[in-house]
């Protein structure tokens, strides 16, 4: 567990830093892509090592060292991020790092930017305490929303308790393990779509296009079962293939929208003096809902029955408002200027502090682009 929270909080960190910012949301996902299709392969593994009797279940275990001694290896491997390195005072090692990876020498402009962030970064003693600050609250919200919303569209429920959803809906126990088998497959072959586009439609367009798309598949599959299903009814075998289908739309639309954008947004979006502790909050906040959830969605599905299915679509509906009204467009903006992005916005300009002082020789507002859809 302490091994999943070090990487959920290092990576989407490390790959936002390390990005140009035209490929930042492409390059991010990886690490969602990289997360589903481990999903996947475990729930491959599991099945196979089922079949084996009676040391099948450690051989299941055991396996789960070889990615962890990968990730090992792998960090030793990688090179500091320019932006950790110039907080750190080693701004000439700084400048190497980032003209290797942006491939030019012409880095003065960006270079800059992390030098002016790394002196204010240094100057902030309790991080904790300066991301409560009125200067820092809409990466503040974002940072503590994006992932409660991300839970609470009801995809862990989804992939947590998909053989007993199946099984109450007349599937045999090998179906349901086909069922876990088939949704992970399709959380992993969407998340490439979302790798594709996000760095050309915007992080708003997928996640209002993904939510929109969640929405109509939970409220069907209430239907469906409130209709069909319960009392002394029982799900045709068409219905039940209907249903099927309708969840794996659903496990679509999350994996191209709420599934890796609810963590490439909080990444990029903090200033460097606070982006380890935004960070924080994200993950600390994602694992408390996902466990809230995890404890007391088999007592929802028991009070509400089908209607547990539209209590998700109600939370997906204020999620989806909330992003169209409040969540300006991060794409292409440099990770060090995102600050005038909130400056630009409607409402947060509002709950900012003015400019006492303006940066000398900073990026004027008009260079940002358009935060609309």
């Not at 209002?208 to 969640?214: A, D, E, F, V, Y």
């Not at 219905?239 to 599934?259: E, N, P, Q, Y």
């Not at 440099?334 to 916005?345: G, N, S, T, Y």
Request: proline share 5%; glycine share 8%.
């Amino acid at each position: 567990m302490m091994n999943t929270d070090v990487v959920m909080q290092a990576v989407p960190l490390y790959l936002s830093e390390m990005a140009p910012a035209h490929l930042r949301g492409g390059l991010n996902m990886m690490f969602q892509l990289a997360t589903t299709l481990s999903i996947f392969s475990a729930n491959m593994i599991n099945y196979g090592t089922e079949k084996i009797k009676p040391w099948g279940w450690r051989l299941s275990l055991g396996l789960a060292a070889a990615p962890a001694l990968l990730m090992t290896i792998g960090g030793a491997l990688l090179p500091e991020t320019p932006n950790s390195l110039v907080e750190q005072g080693r701004a000439e090692e700084g400048r190497r790092v980032l003209e290797k990876i942006r491939g030019t020498n012409d880095v003065d402009a960006e270079l800059q930017d992390m030098i002016e962030a790394g002196e204010l970064a240094n100057s902030i003693e309790h991080p904790f305490r300066n991301i409560l600050e009125r200067r820092n609250r809409p990466q503040l919200v974002m940072a503590v929303l994006m992932p409660t919303f991300q839970i609470l569209t009801g995809i862990n429920s989804i992939l947590f308790y998909a053989p007993v959803l199946f099984q109450s809906l007349g599937f045999g126990a090998n179906a349901s393990l086909y069922s876990s088998v088939m949704t992970g497959a399709v959380l992993a072959s969407s998340t490439i779509v979302s790798i594709a586009t996000v760095d050309r439609w915007g992080r708003r367009a997928l996640l209002i296009g993904g939510g929109l798309q969640m929405i109509v598949c939970q409220v069907a599959v209430a239907v469906i079962l409130g209709v069909k299903f319960g009392g002394d009814k029982q799900l045709s075998k068409e219905f039940s293939i209907v249903v099927v289908v309708v969840f794996c739309l659903f496990v679509a639309a999350f994996g191209w929208s709420w599934g890796p954008l609810g963590w490439t947004v909080p990444s990029e979006i903090f200033p460097l003096e606070t982006r380890s502790a935004g960070q924080s909050i994200t993950v600390s906040v994602n694992l408390l809902f996902t466990f809230a959830i995890a404890q007391s969605f088999l007592s929802l599905l028991c009070s509400f029955k089908f209607g547990i299915f539209l209590f998700f679509a109600g939370w997906i509906t204020i999620m989806t408002v909330f992003v169209y009204v409040f969540l300006p467009e991060t794409k292409g903006v440099p990770i060090e200027e995102m600050i005038l992005l909130w400056r630009k916005h409607w409402f947060w300009k509002r709950v900012m502090p003015p400019i006492e002082v303006a940066a000398e020789g900073g990026p004027a507002e008009a260079e940002l682009p358009d935060t609309r859809l």
